[in-house]
């Protein structure tokens, strides 16, 4: 038990470290806009193209994510550590979490795709954008390759048949 809770505790306080640098990002992107403002109105001057504003909706939701990322982690770095957490709360609360986590990083690549094509000056190209969206999600597609098999280890012990199966004995 010492040791699952030294891995939690290891893997929430990397991912709130993540969780928190995305937060200080996004938040800065918010109001550093790309283009940057114009200087009588105070307006973003890229505000009226498509891609800006996808840039502001991406900024908006990868930072919400991010933020309920390190809440939920920060939730497990503060439990209790009792034996019943180890069954469903503290799996869960790191499903949770990285599932956030997850979904506030690509949020934060499509707000860093529209903001480069944006910067480019390809606002009506498409295909920039596309090419843009795809070399950004690499970073992703890592971070599901290195912790998918974790996320589907978690929910099978959490919920599968094991927990629900009357014959086996509890291991307390």
């Known amino acids: 038990m010492k040791d699952a809770e030294d891995s939690i505790k ?4 990397s991912c709130t470290v993540v969780g928190a ?17 114009d200087s009588n ?33 920060l939730g497990i770095l503060t439990s209790r550590y009792a034996e019943d957490d180890f ?11 990285l599932s956030t986590l997850f979904f506030s990083i690509s949020t934060m690549m499509i707000a860093f795709s529209s903001a480069l094509t944006v910067m480019i000056g390809d606002n009506g190209n498409s295909k920039t954008f596309i090419q843009n969206l795809l070399l950004a999600f690499l970073p992703i597609t890592s971070f599901i390759w290195m912790q998918f098999s974790f996320i589907v280890e978690i929910f099978i012990s959490t919920y ?10 509890p291991w307390r």
């Open 10 to 13: 290891g893997i929430a306080t």
């Open 21 to 37: 640098l995305i937060v200080t990002i996004m938040f800065a992107a918010a109001f550093c806009v790309p283009g940057g403002s």
């Open 87 to 97: 069954l469903t709360s503290l799996p869960t609360k790191m499903m949770i979490g």
């Open 41 to 73: 109105t105070g307006l973003p001057i890229f505000m009226d193209k498509k891609l800006f504003k996808i840039f502001i909706v991406a900024d908006g939701i990868s930072l919400v994510f991010s933020t309920t990322s390190v809440i939920i982690f």
């Open 160 to 169: 599968g048949p094991g927990i629900f199966d009357k014959k086996i004995k």
